[in-house]
C-alpha cells in the first residue's frame, strides 16, 4: 500500500534551517509529483511547491521563493523539502503530498521555531 | 495568484440534514486542456486532509455518495447530502493549476 512517512518533529531557533523528509513507499516515486503544503496551527492550508521526483525540476509558491530548496534521492525514494531564514511564524505542520491518482498524504512534521 | 475564497466560515448543521458550501475562484478555473482542476479535500480533526472530489464533481475512491460537487467557471459548491457525525471537520477547495491554492477552510460541526 502507498504510504508517506516523514521525519519527526523539530525545534529550531529563528534564521535557523529545517530540513524535513518523506520517505515514499508503494509505489513508483519517480512517477509522481511531490508537492508539499503546510498548516500553522490553528489555521488554514497553504501549498508550498513541489518536485518532479524523475527530473528534480521545482515549482516554488512566490512566498517561498528565494526560502524554499526541494530535493529528492530516487535511491530511497525520499523528497526533501528544507527552509531557510526561519521566522517564528514558519511555525506549521509540514506534510507531504501526492496529489495525482488518489491522493496521499505523510502524516505531517511539526516545526516549531522559537528563541 | 488565484484566489480561492470559501463561504460559509463556520457550518453548524444537525445531523441527517444537509450541508452546502460555497467556493469562488477570482479567475475561472477552466484550463486549456479543457478540464476544471477544482478539488475538495476533508481534514477531520488531528488528521491529515484526505481529498473527496477532483475536478468538481468526481468523487475520489472510497468517498460516500453523499458527497458531490458542482459548479464550473469560478463558482463551485460541495454538498453533503445528510451530514454525519464522522463529516465534522474543515473542508478546503483548491485549485489545481500552478501555482496551487487553497480557499480558507470552512469548519462544518454538528449543532
Known amino acids: 500500500q502507498v504510504q508517506l512517512v516523514q521525519s519527526g518533529a523539530e525545534v529550531k531557533k529563528p534564521g535557523a534551517s529545517v530540513k524535513v523528509s518523506c520517505k515514499a513507499s508503494?509505489?513508483?516515486?519517480?512517477?509522481?509529483?511531490m508537492h508539499w503544503v503546510r498548516q500553522a496551527p490553528g489555521q488554514g492550508l497553504e501549498w508550498m511547491g513541489r518536485?518532479?521526483?524523475?527530473?528534480?525540476?521545482?515549482n516554488y509558491a512566490q512566498k517561498f521563493q528565494g526560502r524554499v530548496t526541494m530535493t529528492r534521492d530516487t535511491s530511497i525514494s525520499t523528497a526533501y523539502m528544507e527552509l531557510s531564514r526561519l521566522r517564528s511564524d514558519d511555525t506549521a505542520v509540514y506534510y507531504c503530498?501526492?496529489?495525482?491518482?488518489?491522493?496521499?498524504w505523510g502524516q505531517g512534521t511539526l516545526v516549531t521555531v522559537s528563541s | 495568484d488565484v484566489v480561492m475564497t470559501q463561504s460559509p466560515l463556520s457550518l453548524p448543521v444537525t445531523l441527517g440534514q444537509p450541508a452546502s458550501i460555497s467556493c469562488r475562484s477570482s479567475?475561472?478555473?477552466?484550463?486549456?486542456?479543457?478540464?476544471?482542476?477544482l478539488n475538495w479535500f476533508q481534514q477531520r480533526p488531528g488528521q491529515s486532509p484526505r481529498r473527496l472530489i477532483y475536478?468538481?464533481?468526481n468523487r475520489d475512491s472510497g468517498v460516500p455518495d453523499r458527497f458531490s460537487g458542482s459548479g464550473s467557471g469560478t463558482d463551485f459548491t460541495l454538498k453533503i447530502s445528510r451530514v454525519e457525525a464522522e463529516d465534522v471537520g474543515v473542508y478546503y477547495c483548491?485549485?489545481?493549476?500552478?501555482?496551487?491554492?487553497f480557499g480558507g477552510g470552512t469548519k462544518v460541526e454538528i449543532k
Open positions: 479567475q475561472s478555473l477552466v484550463y486549456s486542456d479543457g478540464n476544471t482542476y
Open positions: 508503494g509505489y513508483t516515486f519517480t512517477g509522481y509529483y
Open positions: 475536478k468538481v464533481s
Open positions: 503530498a501526492r496529489l495525482t491518482g488518489p491522493d496521499y
Open positions: 483548491m485549485q489545481g493549476t500552478h501555482p496551487l491554492t
Open positions: 518536485i518532479n521526483p524523475n527530473s528534480g525540476g521545482t
